[in-house]
């Protein structure tokens, strides 16, 4: 069980980080009797022990870890992998912030699928694109949600309505 | 940071008022609406759709119209206790094409956290309305005037109720508690209809809202009101004392106008100011208006930017003597 | 009965029967958005009410909100992503079944489930407004306290193998709650200055992210397995099937009955409350997580069971039970209706066009359910690559209605990346939601609580509701903790 004591000390460290940014919190004369730093304090503690049991456990039971065989090689590829799709999905965050919604969706749809393995094709192209005017009319011209517009680009997808 | 250019637009669409539905005598008793250099004007609040703010713009805009040739939208900036709503505005131009529904939670929001932008980065217009802040309890309960109130909270314990955290609400029964100098538990709630629950059943002594939000319970007498922080007593409640006349100095003015950008036009704050006054006499909106208990409080803006400003004063010093801000 | 005649008559005088499946129409498919709660469904809906005659506003609001609470379960049980808060309890054995191939039938019982809940919902509306509306005024602020505990004692029975790891997600989930204006003192806590996160961090965002993101992350790469033996027919229960989830559904109208009435959780505890008590009652209470058709029913009847009653104490005194509820509370002033009991006798188009209104979206639901139930299938069966991108799509659309910022959809990348690993490193997501909704509730009443009493915390004690509930939760506790404390000895027994 070699995760569960990993586990545990990350658990620890957020316990410990957590605690320290409790003490930000500012005490006013106003407060009730446990106060705004009260649930706080009580959790971070509850989690330091939560997590020394998680680890004890560990601990005891590690000789009964038998089946948890898994090919190492592989786990970490993937985890490679997933985090890989969240940087690529994360970049949506500053392409609608300079080029707007319509352009990122686009994007987005293009890396992604690219990056899940779809063949880069003109038909790849074609379905993102017709995706994203798809997502357009349904946000915002139905749904009426002001998409985000690009600082670089005119707005000329979410100033324009049907 | 600006990725909310665009208007709520498909929100707004059933609030463009273009004009119909406007009868023949109330055209004829009305001057014709002034010019205004602008075809469409957003109004902004950072009130969810059909939250406080947005409906007072919403009935403001209907009778507006009669006064200000142009399209009014409203567009609800929701999110970050009201500081998204102002970073919209001051990042708007400062030309008359948006403005921003006022009210004590936009002096809330800036003080309360470093936001992009505050109040001073909003230049007040006119002010519109002062709301009724009143005091209540439950009808058949043993509390029938405020003394009562104030005689429990001396002698045992209070159980004072109101309806949000950091709202000018709290802050008047805070201070009403140290000019009484009694003994009470100040219990912010959720909102007004969770506050309404515990007065109801006995929980709270009393509770300290708008009068708006208790209105379905006036109506069918399962509350009294017993006073208002209010400067002056209320038309629709002539008999119910001020907190004032009972002899404890806290006054509370709950303030409804309009702000804008900073460095709006003379002219356009001119506009304003004669449209402000001659919605307020409008008879229909007078209805409308009185319905809501709302007293019209017109201040023009040579008034309303120092008011402003001395509320702002008033709210930090609360705030950082009870050490809620540093 | 006099208002529900009236609201007959209707029927034809007024487009009643168009306004309700509108309204109805609207709400599935902002339900189905993963993002877009039952309340911000509704919102988006409201300024088109503006120009309806008043009644007509109401049914629409009132419709959508019922085709929300039914929408929200489409994601949960496709895509692992629950569409509104709701229907996060419905992802365990909806998505499992989907995972089996069983797409289709695990969305016909959450269809039938949905029927079943507004109707039962609406019944209670109808009949007992009037004797039920009483039980929202027991609700004090220790018996909401109470009732976040036992909203939280279910952890153990959404905890899967390891109980312990299911108490530190909650924590964690409770870690998150405390983020934002404190709800008693008006403080900020951990905003680190940002107004952005002075609201704090809405539940929506952290399920979509721990269940929507982490999903994607984790699936990245694989062929999709599951996918060419997924059924593409909507399949409703059988007259068999009918009566084997027919306790989980009564189980479900109970909680939901009992949320509606009492302002504050939305129908999140409900679906928790009713899942957890179908597992215990259920002959088979192992098959649950592993696609028991009873983990769908009882949730999906209880959310859909809250969009009716919450509606009782929202028209007797004016107040919501829900958010979604004081959507429709602003919808009611917008027009000039004040709640109450004067309701009932002035205007009894609107009542009676709610009743009737909200009768023929139930009716409706079934068949626009097989109306866009197949589509929706079809969607999901599309070339993984593509459908991973189109969900991710979704999902940054979606989250950014809320308040319209960027900040929001990073806020939703991080927590898929904290779900992520909470999985790899095997925690239950549940539980984390659980504390998240319930942190709140529980803290911020616990305090006003002992305010109320200058810190005696004997308190409880004058609160009946409070006792029954703490009992309650404490007979969950200790019946996890038995099963716990069996499992591990008879484990022992096998490998010695």
């Known amino acids: ?65 038998a089946p948890e065989i898994e090919d190492d090689k592989e786990k970490e590829a993937s985890t490679l992998r997933a985090f890989g799709l969240l940087l690529v999905g994360a970049l949506y965050v500053p392409a609608a912030y300079a080029l707007g919604y319509v352009p990122a969706i686009f994007l987005l749809v293009v890396a992604i699928a690219a990056y899940e393995g779809a063949r880069v094709s003109w038909r790849l192209f074609a379905v993102a694109a017709g995706g994203a005017a798809i997502f357009w009319l349904l946000f915002v011209q139905a749904l009426g949600i002001p998409q985000p517009d690009g600082v670089l680009l005119p707005s000329m997808f979410s100033e324009f309505r049907l | 940071m600006d990725m909310n250019r665009r208007s709520f637009g498909g929100l707004a669409l059933g609030a463009v008022l273009s004009g119909p539905a406007i009868s023949a005598s109330a055209l004829a008793a009305a001057p014709a609406p002034v010019a205004y250099p602008h075809r469409v004007v957003t109004l902004v609040t950072h009130s969810s759709p059909g939250g406080g703010s947005d409906v007072f713009l919403r009935e403001l805009i209907r009778h507006l119209r009669k006064y200000i040739n142009a399209t009014f939208i409203i567009e609800n900036v929701t999110g970050g206790s009201g500081a998204r709503s102002i970073t919209r505005v001051a990042a708007g131009k ?49 509390f029938r005037t405020m003394k009562d109130v104030i005689y429990k909270a001396k002698t045992a314990r209070g159980r004072w109720g109101a309806a949000n955290p950091a709202s000018l609400e709290r802050q008047a029964a805070e201070e009403l508690k140290r000019q009484a100098k009694v003994n009470a538990a100040i219990v912010s709630h959720e909102g007004g209809g969770d506050l309404m629950i515990n007065v109801l059943n006995g929980t709270l002594d009393i509770g300290v809202g708008e009068i708006a939000e208790t209105r379905a319970q006036l109506q069918g007498n399962k509350i009294r009101v017993l006073a208002t922080f209010n400067p002056a007593r209320l038309p629709s409640f002539p008999d119910v004392p001020t907190i004032k006349d009972l002899g404890y100095p806290v006054v509370m003015e709950k303030f409804r106008g309009l702000a804008g950008p900073k460095g709006m036009p003379a002219n356009i704050i001119a506009i304003w100011e004669q449209a402000a006054q001659r919605v307020l006499a409008d008879p229909d909106y007078k209805r409308a208006y009185e319905n809501e208990a709302l007293i019209p409080n017109y201040m023009a803006h040579d008034r309303y930017a120092p008011f402003i400003a001395k509320f702002a004063d008033n709210t930090t010093q609360f705030l950082k003597q009870n050490g809620v801000i540093r | 009965m006099n208002e529900f005649l009236h609201g007959l008559q209707m029927l034809v005088s007024t487009p009643l029967v168009f306004v309700a499946i509108g309204g109805l129409v609207w709400g599935i498919l902002g339900g189905a958005m993963p993002g877009l709660s039952a309340s911000i469904t509704m919102a988006l809906l409201l300024p088109f009410t503006y120009t309806l005659e008043p009644s007509m506003a109401i049914v629409m609001l009132a419709t959508c909100y019922i085709g929300a609470e039914y929408g929200g379960s489409i994601p949960a049980i496709l895509v692992r992503t629950p569409g509104t808060n709701s229907a996060a309890a419905t992802v365990l054995d909806g998505y499992e079944m989907k995972r089996q191939g069983r797409a289709g039938e695990a969305l016909g019982i959450s269809l039938w489930s949905g029927v079943i809940g507004s109707l039962f919902g609406l019944l209670m509306l109808m009949t007992l407004t009037e004797p039920l509306s009483r039980i929202a005024l027991l609700f004090r602020p220790t018996t909401y306290c109470a009732l976040g505990i036992l909203g939280l004692s279910v952890i153990a029975s959404l905890s899967g193998k390891s109980l312990l790891k299911g108490c530190i997600a909650a924590v964690l989930g409770m870690m998150v709650a405390t983020i934002g204006t404190d709800p008693v003192d008006g403080v900020s806590r951990f905003t680190f200055g940002t107004a952005d996160l002075l609201d704090g961090v809405a539940p929506i965002f952290a399920m979509v992210g721990l269940f929507a993101v982490s999903e994607l992350m984790t699936r ?59 597992k215990r009652w259920s002959k088979n209470p192992e098959r649950f997580g592993k696609g028991a058709e009873e983990g769908v029913a009882a949730p999906e009847t209880a959310n859909n069971t809250v969009a009716s009653t919450a509606l009782i104490p929202l028209l007797s005194f004016g107040i919501p039970g829900s958010n979604s509820a004081a959507v429709l509370l602003g919808g009611l002033l917008i027009h000039g209706l004040l709640p109450g009991p004067r309701l009932f006798e002035e205007n009894t188009d609107v009542i009676g066009g709610l009743y009737v209104g909200s009768l023929v979206a139930t009716i409706a639901q079934l068949a626009v359910g097989f109306l866009i139930l197949p589509v929706c299938l079809w969607l999901v ?116």
């Open chain 3, 381 to 496: 069966n599309r070339p993984r690559p593509y459908l991973a991108a189109f969900i991710f799509a979704l999902v940054v659309s979606g989250i950014f209605t809320l308040n319209m910022a960027l900040f929001d959809v990073g806020l939703v990348l991080a927590a898929g990346l904290v779900g992520y690993l909470l999985r790899s490193f095997g925690f239950p997501f549940l539980p984390a939601v659980l504390g998240l909704v319930l942190g709140e509730l529980v803290e911020s009443n616990y305090r006003r609580s002992l305010q109320l009493s200058g810190g005696d915390i004997g308190i409880f004690l004058e609160d009946p509701i409070a006792i029954g509930f703490l009992v309650a939760a404490s007979l969950i506790v200790v019946g996890a903790l038995v099963r716990e404390w069996r499992d591990a000895t008879s484990k022992r027994k096998v490998s010695t």
């Open chain 3, 220 to 278: 990245s790469g694989t062929s999709g397995t599951e996918i060419g033996r997924q059924e593409i027919r909507l399949r409703l229960p059988n007259f068999a099937m009918m009566k084997k989830l027919w306790p989980a559904q009564a189980i479900g109208c109970v909680f939901g009955t009992l949320e509606g009435l009492t302002p504050g959780g939305g129908g999140a505890i409900a679906s928790f409350l009713a899942y957890n008590e179908a």
């Open chain 2, 94 to 142: 400062p030309d008359g094409s948006i403005l921003y529904a006022t009210t004590p939670t936009y002096i809330y929001a800036s003080l309360m956290s470093r936001t992009p932008h505050t109040f001073r980065d909003l230049e007040p217009v006119v002010n519109l309305f002062t709301d009724s802040e009143i005091v209540y309890t439950r009808a058949d309960g043993p």
């Open chain 1, 1 to 65: 069980m070699r995760k569960d004591l990993v586990a545990s000390a990350v658990l620890l460290l957020v316990a410990s980080l957590y605690y320290w940014a409790t003490t930000d919190i500012p005490t006013t004369t106003l407060s009730d009797d446990i106060g705004p730093r009260g649930l706080p304090n009580v959790l971070s503690i509850l989690l330091a022990l939560l997590a020394i049991g998680l680890g004890a456990r560990a601990l005891l039971a590690a000789p009964v870890a």
